[in-house]
């Protein structure tokens, strides 16, 4: 019914800077949250940044001053700048939307796939 499809992930090296894409696609009526959560090895998922269908946007601690979420409602895509990545950010990275189904005009979130993110030297 709705796929998000993920983007931009790749290996990069402390300080350096990644900018991940998020598309969705399918029976969309309308678009509310947006975010971006992480995931490593034997830890839960956490919240980096969510963003409101008007442009509001929160931030965990961990990449505040460092990442910007920002979006395209015309596009129905959520994006994540991620500058001065620490190795600490290695995970990998999803987005989440709240949608709005044509179908039924009910509210259901939806995942992206996941992309990996690694920063090592």
């Known amino acids: 019914q709705v796929q998000l499809v993920e983007s931009g992930g790749g290996l990069v090296q402390p300080g350096g800077s990644l900018r991940l894409s998020c598309a969705a696609s399918?029976?969309?009526?309308?678009?509310?949250?947006m975010g971006w959560y992480r995931q490593t090895q034997g830890k839960q998922r956490e919240l980096v940044a969510v963003?409101?269908?008007?442009?509001?946007?929160n931030y965990a601690d961990s990449g505040k001053g460092r990442f910007a979420i920002s979006r395209d409602n015309h596009a129905n895509t959520v994006y994540l700048q991620m500058n001065s990545l620490k190795p600490e950010d290695t995970a990998v990275y999803y987005c989440?939307?709240?949608?709005?189904?044509?179908?039924?005009?009910?509210?259901?979130?939806?995942w992206g796939q996941g992309t990996q993110v690694t920063v090592s030297s």
């Open positions: 989440k939307m709240s949608v709005q189904l044509v179908t039924t005009w009910q509210w259901n979130d939806y």
């Open positions: 399918g029976m969309i009526g309308n678009i509310n949250a």
């Open positions: 963003i409101s269908r008007g442009g509001d946007t």
